[in-house]
């Protein structure tokens, strides 16, 4: 059967296939340590649970507003004035089934044929297939890792062209934690307003941020910033709720209202009780996300000794998040490998360790290793990984 343009031209998600293949081989009773999923390895906190469950005995099983309930709705706004000192109303903002619908939606919802997003490397995988999908052109400027990964506001200049609409800035970064400072902001921000470029400002890991470190948001900079960004955040990473699928963005009224009306004719509402559930996470005790960070921030400290530890392997420490992004390109040459993706199969096949090659971030140098997973796994897959990389 023929298959459209969009979905033929699209690559399938590395992070979800390596995961996919490290449980195919662990239900097959091999024992695989698998370092590749982005999401907490803690269950849901219980009062989120107890509020999905009385949602659901209330009868509240049904259809909602497109948009979500107004309950989370105004939680979400009160989250901004509160987190943020950014004032939303809830007609500015949407609920949606995870931050990936929600940037899924953005990119239908702006581009047209042709129209070109930049977008950083290291990037998060499903940036450049969401921007095809909606007929529009994927640009790439490269972050230093002499800079942390980071680009700065010359090279974002330089990339823009008449048809460039929109920039993504996603910090903390998947894949690398690295958090971009305020100077850097304001200057990136300063070329996208004088080039009038939508800023995609993905805060997904905002509230996973270490060692003292600030996150600001560029709509914060001032009112055009703010008139010219849209917000894309959810309960996935910090409330660990990665299968509750409850994401939103916020920004530009119109913007935001072409969403709704998109999904009006898609997905419809996101699921009713699991609204219930991020209204909890949202409003409620926050000392489970509290020690989740100080629980990452052990085994992030762990992770990067241990990996420079490694003969041919040098890891920077990620502010934010909870990946690590280290340099294999060493180890890879005195091994004989000269593709990141053959290196890392090669990696699972003989030491049954699982992690992300950099391919699908954009870099050819790197993996990604999540230490969202326990001290224990982490500790016992570093170890594999110094035995595959000296032992050869």
């Known amino acids: 059967m023929k298959l459209s343009k969009r979905v033929s031209i ?28 982005g999401e907490p390895d803690f269950n849901t906190p219980a009062h989120i649970i107890e509020a999905a469950e009385k949602a659901m005995r209330e009868g509240k099983t049904k259809y909602t507003a497109t948009a979500g309930i107004p309950e989370l709705l105004k939680a979400i706004s009160e989250k901004f004035e509160r987190d943020n000192g950014l004032t939303y109303s809830t007609k500015q903002i949407i609920v949606t089934n995870g931050g990936k619908h929600a940037l899924y939606n953005l990119f ?30 994927p640009v790439f400027i490269e972050g230093a890792e002499s800079n942390a990964f980071k680009v700065t506001a010359q090279q974002v200049k330089e990339a823009i062209t008449p048809r460039t609409r929109a920039l993504i800035i996603n910090s903390p970064s998947n894949p690398t934690g690295s958090i971009y400072t305020r100077k850097e902001l304001e200057e990136i921000v300063d070329v996208c307003l004088t080039h009038k470029v939508l800023m995609v400002s993905d805060e997904i890991y905002e509230k996973l941020i270490y ?21 894309i955040n959810g309960m996935s990473k910090p409330y660990s709720m990665t299968g509750w699928r409850m994401g939103y963005a916020a920004g530009n009224e119109a913007v935001i209202q072409a969403m ?58 990620p502010e934010g998040a909870f990946y690590v992004f280290p340099n294999v390109s060493k180890a890879m040459a005195k091994m004989g490998y000269d593709d990141v993706d053959k290196w890392s199969e090669a990696l699972l096949e ?28 982490l500790e016992k897959g570093i170890e594999r990984i110094k035995r595959f990389v000296e032992g050869a």
């Open 350 to 377: 003989k030491e049954k360790v699982a992690l992300v090659p950099g391919s699908g971030f954009g870099s050819k140098e790197n993996v990604r290793i999540s230490y969202a997973a326990s001290m224990e796994q």
């Open 211 to 231: 060692d003292g470190h600030e996150h600001v948001s560029v709509a914060t900079f001032s009112k055009e910033a703010y008139e010219n960004t849209v917000i």
């Open 108 to 137: 239908m919802s702006i581009l047209d044929p042709g129209d070109e997003v930049i977008i950083p490397i290291p990037y998060w995988v499903s940036y450049p297939e969401m921007v095809k999908v909606a007929d529009g052109v």
């Open 260 to 317: 709704v009306d998109l999904s009006s004719h898609s997905t419809s509402n996101p699921t009713s009780f699991a609204q219930y559930g991020a209204l909890a996470a949202l409003t409620g005790p926050q000392e489970p996300l509290e020690m989740m960070k100080r629980e990452f921030v052990k085994r992030r400290d762990r992770v990067v000794e241990l990996l420079n530890q490694i003969d041919g392997i040098t890891c920077l420490k």
């Open 10 to 37: 699209l690559a399938p998600s590395p992070t979800l296939a390596i995961t996919a293949k490290a449980n195919e081989l662990k239900r097959q009773g091999v024992d695989v340590v698998g370092l590749g999923a």
